[in-house]
C-alpha cells in the first residue's frame, strides 16, 4: 500500500489521475474510491475526457448529472434501449390478444405465461449486461461504503484501488475496497480534516484516526 500526502489538491488530483491513466494503459483494471459521493463524481469528472472505459456506480439519486452518463443505470439504459422496446412491442399484442380472449381459460393462461417470460427475459439481460459492463470496465468508481456492493464485489480483483481523500475516511470503510485489489493506494491531504465522528466512545477507540493517518 502506497501513501500520497501532497497538500495542494490540483497537484494531488493531477497526480492520482496521471497513475490511473498509466495503469490503465498497462492493461491494468483500477477500482477508484472516497468516503463521499461528491468526491467520487469529482474524481469521475477529471478523467471523463481521457477516453477511459469508467463506470460509476451507486444510488443514481446520489450521482452528480455532471456524470450521470457515466453511471452503470444509465449505461445500462443505452445498452437496452432497443431490446426493451421491441420487448414492450411484444408485451403490447400479447395483451391485445389476452383481452380478445378471456372466455378461453386456456388460450388466456398461455398468454401470460408469455407475458411473465418476457419479463423474465428482461431481467436476465439486464444482469448479463451490468456483468459484462463491469467486467470491461478499465476503471470502476464508488464510495467506500458503496465497493461492497455485490455487483462490485462479484468482479475478479481489480490490479489497483485507489482511495481519494483518504485522511477523511474512517479506517473501517477504507478496508472494503482495500481488500478487493491486488495493491493499494491512500491519496490524501494531510492540511484537511480528519474523518468525521460524532461518536465520542468511537472517538476514544480510535476511530477518528485515519488509516492514512
Given at each position: 500500500t502506497l501513501s500520497l500526502h501532497v497538500c495542494s489538491s490540483d497537484l494531488k488530483i493531477g497526480m492520482v489521475k496521471e497513475v490511473i491513466t498509466l495503469t490503465v494503459?498497462?492493461?491494468?483494471?483500477?477500482?477508484?474510491?472516497?468516503?463521499?459521493?461528491?468526491?467520487?463524481?469529482?474524481?469521475?469528472?477529471k478523467l471523463l475526457h481521457l477516453g477511459l472505459n469508467i463506470v460509476r456506480v451507486g444510488n443514481p439519486a446520489r450521482i452528480s448529472s455532471a456524470v450521470?452518463?457515466?453511471?452503470?443505470?444509465?449505461?445500462?439504459?443505452?445498452?437496452?434501449?432497443?431490446?426493451?422496446?421491441?420487448?414492450?412491442?411484444?408485451?403490447?399484442?400479447?395483451r391485445k390478444d389476452l383481452r380478445q380472449c378471456l372466455r378461453d381459460d386456456v388460450l388466456a393462461a398461455g398468454i401470460r405465461q408469455l407475458l411473465k417470460q418476457l419479463g423474465k427475459t428482461l431481467?436476465?439481460?439486464?444482469?448479463?449486461?451490468?456483468?459484462?459492463?463491469?467486467?470491461?470496465?478499465?476503471?470502476?468508481?464508488?464510495?467506500?461504503?458503496g465497493a461492497a456492493d455485490p455487483l462490485i464485489r462479484r468482479l475478479e480483483t481489480f490490479d489497483l484501488v485507489v482511495i481519494d481523500e483518504a485522511g477523511q475516511s474512517i479506517e473501517p470503510s477504507c478496508w472494503i475496497p482495500i481488500l478487493q485489489g491486488k495493491r493499494c493506494i491512500l491519496s490524501g491531504d494531510p492540511c484537511q480534516l480528519a474523518p468525521v465522528v460524532l461518536s465520542r466512545k468511537a472517538l476514544e477507540g480510535g476511530l477518528g484516526v485515519s488509516l492514512l493517518e
Open positions: 494503459q498497462q492493461g491494468e483494471r483500477v477500482l477508484v474510491t472516497a468516503p463521499t459521493n461528491a468526491a467520487v463524481d469529482n474524481m469521475v469528472e450521470a452518463s457515466k453511471s452503470l443505470g444509465e449505461i445500462v439504459n443505452s445498452k437496452l434501449a432497443s431490446f426493451r422496446a421491441e420487448l414492450e412491442r411484444k408485451k403490447s399484442d400479447l431481467k436476465k439481460k439486464e444482469k448479463e449486461t451490468v456483468k459484462e459492463i463491469l467486467s470491461n470496465a478499465q476503471v470502476v468508481f464508488a464510495t467506500n461504503i
